[in-house]
């Protein structure tokens, strides 16, 4: 029996190397989107070429749909992938929860979904809707759920696809911190250190003979390649959660944040290659990657799409959308595609047939015009940051709407002393003209409330901290950036941390000058139900209420004390501005 046992070793060990020894190299395409946060229609995009600016119908569930099945085809061995926040944003989600979204991926045949932290904004038995209805894989090796609780046995840490006779193990991965900080996931859901697990399921994938390791991770394009240097095994990164814009675009105006794909070495020599499709189903990547036989990445190469329609419009000197004559039009689509920036794409018929359902519902509430924006009011979370395609330089003081919404805030509480309110909870730009229903939900998306908490000014100053810290020393989210209205401060970076706020005013309700926070007296500060929750790093907020009791919900829901706030300037025969720069919570802001 002793020598039956050593011959079969013996020739299972001569497989094992006879597999290796004679494995061929290996070419992939990965197609692949990230964050589109339930953005399931094209949206307006700003490009800007021979010195005019265009307006673009930019991405759309359908188009990239569309674009997934073209370049399907004609691709050697492809994988399709969403690096995770597919819900939450959009009147979409508001209203249907993520099964409008999930419907559509469905039609897509994703290969594998990994989680993103706003999958968990409505708790667990939302997501689990969304997965029970998902046909495709759902993956992250970093979250599990008590046994018996909604999510229980909803994915795997990993799947192993059969590519062209070789398997590719695929790892998905959530960004931890933020997840259980920032989002509402229940007390039987709990996470565990990326970089940990990602060394933990690559060894166990390399234990089983398989070599080449793809991560799915939303963890974010900087905590990426920080995992990427740390980690061994891991060969490819499809990156999500930081809506980062990869590639050159700079002959359209936008700017980005690295090449695609982004190239580090692992702390064993090895090449790792990262991608990211920016956000809101705007962009698509393809990247192209070749294994040798030993399954180490030789070369990886591709870019990051920008999908439009066929309608680009000229933007004129007053800020309006003009037509361009069809002559004009095909040679500024030619000009356009031939950057190689931009991808004109008609839509996928049946998934546009299936969106129509949901379109139809959601026209019904969002068309209907609520107020007027006097100017665009521009969004970045941290001052002078490049997000969403401004370039942070523009911007040294940060966020142009959030202090103004931050006003709308401390304007519905009568209490309020001051208000705070976190980077992240406001989702996009807004631009001027009609502000309607559809576009206040998609601004603040989130089922919010606004409470009122009595703080002490040290208790005022720690809370700034606390969300500088919560980003910036923790790695958790940049949404968690601190602006506010009547309320404003000088922010260093470069201090040591609890320092890095200073000279704080606050503004007198009554007769509306500015004195020196008084660091023993207590004052009113509104915020958001979701900060009030200690989330995305607030902890001063939630430490507060239990000592000394909850913090006053109004019940006032949010998104809608913006859109009252606008209607009560546009009563008053104006229209909202950005504040002026004496208003502005930001003093100043050093790295």
Same mark, same amino acid.
């Given at each position: 029996?002793k020598?039956f046992r050593?011959?079969?070793?013996?020739?299972?060990?001569?497989?094992f190397?006879?597999?290796f020894?004679?494995a061929?190299?290996?070419?992939?395409?990965?197609l692949?989107?990230n964050d589109?946060?339930?953005?399931l229609?094209?949206?307006?995009?700003?490009?800007k070429?021979?010195?005019?600016?265009?307006?673009?119908?930019?991405?759309g569930?359908?188009?990239?749909?569309?674009?997934?099945?073209?370049?399907?085809?004609?691709?050697?061995?492809?994988?399709?992938l969403h690096?995770?926040?597919a819900?939450?944003?959009?009147l979409?989600f508001?209203?249907?929860?993520g099964?409008?979204d999930?419907?559509l991926?469905?039609?897509?045949?994703f290969?594998?979904?990994?989680?993103?932290?706003?999958?968990?904004?409505?708790?667990d038995?939302v997501?689990?809707?969304?997965?029970?209805?998902?046909?495709?894989?759902?993956?992250?090796?970093?979250?599990?759920?008590?046994?018996?609780?909604?999510l229980d046995?909803?994915?795997r840490?990993y799947?192993i696809?059969?590519i062209?006779?070789?398997?590719?193990?695929i790892?998905?991965?959530?960004?931890?911190q933020?997840?259980?900080?920032?989002s509402?996931?229940?007390?039987?859901?709990?996470?565990y250190d990326?970089?940990?697990?990602?060394?933990?399921?690559?060894?166990?994938?390399?234990?089983?003979? @398989? *070599?080449k390791?793809? $991560?799915l991770?939303?963890?974010?394009?900087e905590?990426?390649q920080?995992l990427a !240097?740390k &980690? /061994?095994?891991?060969?490819?990164i499809?990156d999500g959660d930081?809506?980062?814009?990869l590639g050159?675009?700079?002959r359209v105006g936008?700017?980005?944040s690295?090449?695609y794909p982004?190239?580090?070495?692992?702390?064993?020599g090895?090449?790792v290659?990262?991608?990211?499709?920016w956000?809101?189903s705007?962009?698509l990547?393809?990247l192209?990657?070749?294994?040798?036989?030993?399954?180490d990445?030789?070369?990886c190469?591709?870019?990051?799409?920008?999908?439009?329609g066929e309608?680009?419009?000229?933007?004129d000197?007053?800020?309006n959308?003009?037509? @361009? *004559?069809k002559?004009? $039009?095909y040679?500024?689509?030619s000009t356009?595609?031939?950057?190689?920036?931009l !991808?004109? &794409? /008609?839509?996928?018929?049946?998934?546009a047939?299936?969106?129509?359902f949901?379109?139809?519902?959601?026209?019904?509430?969002?068309?209907?015009v609520?107020?007027t924006i006097?100017?665009?009011l521009?969004?970045?979370?941290v001052?002078g940051?490049t997000?969403?395609g401004?370039?942070?330089?523009?911007?040294?003081?940060?966020?142009?709407l959030?202090?103004v919404?931050a006003?709308?805030?401390?304007n519905?509480?009568?209490r309020?002393?001051?208000?705070i309110?976190?980077?992240?909870?406001v989702?996009?730009?807004?631009?001027?003209?009609n502000?309607?229903?559809?576009?206040?939900?998609? $601004?603040?998306?989130f089922?919010?409330?606004?409470?009122?908490i009595e703080?002490?000014?040290?208790?005022?100053?720690q809370?700034?901290?606390?969300?500088?810290i919560?980003?910036?020393?923790?790695y958790?989210s940049?949404?968690?950036?601190?602006?506010a209205y009547?309320l404003?401060?000088?922010?260093?970076?470069?201090r040591?941390?609890?320092?890095?706020?200073?000279?704080l005013?606050?503004k007198?309700?009554?007769?509306?000058?500015?004195?020196?926070l008084d660091?023993?007296k207590?004052?009113?500060?509104?915020?958001?139900s979701?900060?009030?929750?200690?989330?995305?790093?607030?902890?001063?907020?939630?430490?507060?209420?239990?000592?000394?009791?909850?913090g006053?919900?109004?019940y006032?829901?949010?998104?809608m004390?913006f859109?009252?706030?606008?209607?009560?300037?546009n009563?008053?025969?104006?229209?909202?501005?950005?504040?002026?720069k004496e208003?502005?919570?930001?003093?100043?802001?050093?790295?």
């Open positions: 029996m020598s050593f011959v079969l070793s013996v020739f299972l060990a001569a497989v190397f006879i597999q020894s004679y061929k190299p290996l070419e992939l395409t990965i692949h989107i589109h946060h339930s953005h229609d094209p949206e307006p995009l700003e490009l070429s021979n010195n005019k600016t265009y307006i673009i119908e930019a991405g569930m359908a188009r990239v749909a569309s674009l997934i099945k073209t370049l399907r085809q004609r691709s050697k061995n492809p994988l399709v690096a995770g926040d819900m939450s944003g959009t979409y508001t209203l249907f929860k099964q409008a999930v419907e991926m469905n039609e897509i045949d290969d594998a979904f990994t989680l993103g932290n706003h999958e968990f904004d409505e708790g038995e997501l689990a809707r969304f997965i029970d209805k998902a046909k495709f894989p759902v993956i992250t090796a970093n979250v599990e759920a008590l046994k018996g609780s909604a046995g909803k994915w840490a799947i696809k059969e062209d006779g070789q398997r590719v193990g790892i998905g991965l959530e960004i931890a933020k997840t259980s900080a920032s509402r996931p229940s007390s039987a859901i709990s996470f990326e970089i940990f697990r990602a060394q933990r399921y690559a060894e166990e994938l390399r234990s089983k003979g @398989i *070599d390791i793809i $991560l991770s939303h963890f974010g394009y905590n990426d920080r !240097k &980690v /061994k095994g891991i060969d490819v499809i930081s809506h980062t814009l050159d675009f700079s936008l700017g980005s690295g090449q982004t190239i580090v070495r692992s702390n064993d090895n090449k290659c990262i991608a990211q499709a956000e809101y705007k962009a990547g393809e192209h990657v070749l294994f040798d036989n030993k399954g990445v030789v070369s190469n591709g870019k990051t799409h920008l999908i439009s309608n680009i419009y000229l933007k000197t007053g800020g959308k003009q037509a @361009i *004559d002559k004009e $039009l040679v500024l689509q356009l595609k031939n950057s190689g920036s !991808k004109i &794409v /008609k839509d996928d018929e049946k998934v047939q299936k969106l129509s949901y379109k139809d519902q959601v026209k019904t509430r969002s068309a209907e609520i107020g006097g100017e665009d521009r969004h970045i979370r001052p940051k997000y969403d401004i370039d942070g330089k523009e911007l040294p003081l940060g966020s142009e959030a202090p919404i006003a709308s805030f401390y519905a509480s009568l309020a002393d001051a208000c309110q976190n980077a992240g909870g989702r996009s730009d807004l631009s001027a003209g502000m309607t229903t559809g576009s206040v939900y998609g $601004l603040l998306p089922a919010n409330t606004l409470v009122e703080l002490t000014g040290a208790e005022v100053k809370t700034l901290e606390d969300a500088l919560n980003f910036y020393d923790n958790g940049d949404g968690s950036f601190p602006y009547a404003k401060y000088d922010i260093d970076m470069s040591p941390k609890n320092d890095r706020v200073y000279n005013e606050i007198d309700r009554k007769n509306g000058k500015w004195q020196p660091m023993s207590k004052y009113v500060i509104v915020v958001n979701y900060i009030s929750e200690g989330r995305d790093g607030y902890t001063t907020l939630q430490e507060v209420q239990q000592k000394r009791g909850k006053v919900d109004t006032l829901d949010y998104a004390s859109a009252k706030y606008v209607q009560s300037i009563q008053h025969g104006k229209k909202v501005m950005r504040l002026p208003e502005h919570c930001i003093k100043s802001y050093k790295m």
